[in-house]
């Protein structure tokens, strides 16, 4: 009898894996036809051929799996079965008969969410009941059915071990075949909540959150353009690192930014961010960092607004053209004041309407005006401070400029909205202490802008939310919904500037407190976050269970949390190898090369060595390099990574996995039992490795590790 299954279901992927070759040549000729035919708008005919050659991608992606799993399901409506092939794009034939459902359909939620039996699910229609009678996942390869398996539920161990076991590469691998319960909820959480998703490190955060906006692109596609998304990652080699993955996923055109690159593209401006306290280890130099990424400093930005508002917007001059005033200072000023609708919400659009009435003003008082310009001409012609020429020519000017109401004019009258808010900004710091509630110390100073256009990065929140108050959110209110990666390392104001940015956005926010590796200006508990910025509507969610690392490796980095006092991650079925440590020498290179040497023949494509600093990895990188080793030094900025051999400091590391990890110079000199980031710095390190760990220690062993490296 399975045998008899196995051959209807080879028949049935030839029979798929042809139906995908005749929509792709269906595309293709399409394609070909509508190259033929220009359109007279250059914008939407360069969408519409994008649409076609990605459609082409995506199908040529599919010919070696074109799906993944099968649930057969009967509705209690109609009583029809439906047997639906889920793979990771929904593909449907020329006279539009599915030929298999995307792994994003309402539908296939069932294959990751419900046992065999009676089941439900939400459609745009309603809730949707039936029987589901069979839930069966293949393992296909180059377009050959390897084998499959009927299942009840998709946690099964079982299921997992294929997708865990195997090696890591230059991409996020996508977890369409293995999406478990847990992040399924996350994945198809609504796109009006917002949510947070404290996850232990391998939960999958970053791989759920992209998936997250393949599934809102998916189901909101007719509603929602995906350029109205967003991805904000935590440095650049980050963002390198994930930006196929969205394509992959059938999703393009979707924003994908560092906080650093966000802020320079609201403001519109070159800015050089510096991370000053990146180095910092001292926990009694923190409270400067921490405040200018607090509510309460976003509360002295809010009075110094305040201040400019009522006495800085309006000149203390009158309004003059020409040599002739028009309208005296007391006027404007009124006319100002009097902008007290809440609908004009920053100063730009109240400089706006006030110079929309004052012009208005004059056009209606033209006749007066234009008196009164002739009365003040006549008497420079008399005077002769004017010669008859210039006369008629500037009182032409002035009256065809009166008479279409100013606005040029009246708008460069209001210098300070031509102000770059970066220079703004430099003035509320000469003026800190005049609107603080207490004393501000001057070390605030210290870490901000020090030379022109050179910020700190704890000046990025205030420089966003100074901006929205000088003038508003503009086209940044057409996003709908973005997802933040890496989420511990910011403070609360830092997701406060990003939703007054974005005010027509839902937020769905990723991070690890345990992994917060800047401990002197982010935060340590989600509360404020949801209290502060989303006034509590805001969901949090667990992702508790760890799939990226070995059993081995992750009770062993969990000896980090215990020590910190922090809730320990649970590791997932899959066993491998104890982690190695070795007594170091730091001029020991063959060591290390040796070291090295040996996971390459373990056929690791994969491999990380990390040192706890930047500097500190470029020199690994130096040395090996000159010892015959083929190896990449990847930083913070721009370092792109086409697996292999890379040096990488434990910041730069966040967020990446890798075949094997050897860390460097694991001492109490360079991971401090005392310091809280030190720590997380480690554990961020041991828990970047999938199958194999490597400790490189010196004397004394940082003292989380020092229990377990003499017990065994």
Not at 64 to 70: L, Q, S
Not at 116 to 145: C, H, N
Not at 457 to 462: M, N, R
Not at 695 to 704: F, V
């Amino acid at each position: 009898m399975e045998n008899i299954v196995l051959e209807k279901e080879k028949e049935k992927l030839e029979s798929v894996i042809k139906q995908y070759h005749e929509v792709f040549e269906d595309v293709t000729l399409a394609l070909n036809s509508q190259r033929k035919r220009p359109m007279s708008d250059p914008i939407a005919y360069n969408n519409i051929l994008m649409q076609y050659e990605n459609k082409l991608k995506v199908l040529e992606n599919g010919f070696k799996k074109p799906y993944f799993a099968r649930i057969d399901f009967t509705s209690n409506d109609d009583g029809k079965e439906e047997i639906c092939y889920i793979g990771k794009v929904g593909v449907s034939d020329y006279d539009s008969n599915i030929i298999t459902v995307d792994w994003r359909a309402p539908i296939s939620s069932l294959y990751y969410d419900s046992n065999i039996g009676e089941v439900s699910y939400e459609a745009p229609e309603g809730t949707i009941k039936g029987k589901m009678s069979l839930k069966r996942q293949y393992d296909i390869e180059d377009g050959q059915l390897i084998s499959y398996r009927d299942v009840d539920t998709v946690s099964n161990d079982e299921i997992l071990k294929p997708y865990l076991g195997v090696n890591a590469d230059n991409r996020l691998k996508n977890i369409v075949s293995s999406i478990q319960d847990e992040q399924n909820k996350i994945i198809r959480e609504s796109i009006n909540n917002n949510t947070i998703c404290q996850g232990v490190a391998g939960s999958g955060k970053t791989t759920v959150a992209l998936h997250r906006i393949a599934y809102l692109a998916y189901n909101f596609r007719d509603s929602i353009k995906s350029d109205q998304y967003m991805v904000i990652g935590p440095n650049k080699f980050f963002i390198n690192y994930i930006s196929s993955v969205l394509p992959e996923l059938d999703v393009t055109s979707v924003s994908q930014l560092t906080y650093a690159e966000f802020v320079q593209e609201f403001l519109d401006e070159e800015l050089n961010v510096q991370d000053i306290g990146y180095n910092k280890k001292n926990s009694n130099s923190v409270n400067p960092y921490h405040y200018k990424m607090s509510m309460e400093y976003k509360k002295i930005i809010d009075e110094y607004v305040k201040f400019v508002d009522q006495y800085l917007v309006v000149p203390n001059k009158d309004f003059i053209v020409k040599g002739v005033t028009l309208l005296p200072k007391e006027v404007l000023l009124k006319t100002y004041q009097e902008i007290t609708d809440p609908i004009y919400d920053n100063i730009e659009t109240k400089i706006e309407r006030c110079v929309l009435l004052l012009s208005n003003y004059i056009k209606n008082n033209s006749a007066k005006l234009l008196s009164v310009v002739n009365q003040q001409f006549n008497q420079l012609l008399d005077s002769k401070k004017i010669t008859k020429d210039k006369y008629h020519k500037d009182y032409q000017s002035l009256k065809k400029e009166i008479e279409s109401g100013c606005v040029t004019s009246l708008r460069k009258h209001f210098a300070i909205k031509n102000k770059k808010t970066s220079i703004i900004y430099q003035d509320f710091l000469k003026k800190l202490n005049q609107y603080a509630e207490r004393e501000i110390n001057d070390s605030l100073k210290e870490i901000t802008l020090t030379t022109k256009n050179t910020v700190s990065f704890e000046d990025l929140p205030a420089l966003i939310y100074l901006h929205t108050l000088l003038h508003g959110a503009k086209d940044y209110k057409k996003y709908r919904h973005a997802v933040i990666d890496e989420a511990q390392d910011y403070g609360v104001f830092n997701f406060y500037a990003l939703k007054k940015a974005m005010p027509n956005c839902t937020f769905s926010i990723f991070g690890d407190l345990a992994q917060s590796i800047y401990d002197y200006r982010s935060i340590d508990n989600w509360d404020e976050v949801q209290n502060s910025c989303f006034d509590n509507k805001c969901k949090l969610d667990y992702l508790l269970k760890s799939y990226r690392t070995t059993i081995e490796i992750m009770e062993e980095a969990n000896q980090i949390l215990d020590y910190l006092h922090l809730k320990v991650s649970e590791p997932v079925i899959r066993h491998g190898e104890e982690v190695k440590y070795t007594l170091y020498n730091p001029n020991n290179i063959a060591l290390l090369k040796n070291k090295i040497e040996d996971l390459i023949q373990k056929k690791y494509q994969s491999i990380a060595i990390i040192s706890r600093t930047e500097t500190e990895a470029e020199e690994i990188a130096k040395l090996l390099s000159d010892n015959g080793i083929n190896i990449k030094y990847i930083n913070m900025e721009n370092s792109t990574y086409e697996s292999g051999i890379c040096s990488i400091s434990s910041q730069c590391s966040k967020g990446l996995e890798f075949d094997a990890v050897v860390i460097m110079n694991v001492s109490e000199k360079s991971y401090s039992s005392d310091n809280n980031t030190d720590l997380k710095n480690l554990y961020v390190s041991m828990t970047r490795a999938l199958h194999e760990l490597e400790i490189l220690y010196q004397e004394p062993i940082t003292k989380p590790l020092e229990r377990k490296l003499y017990r065994k």
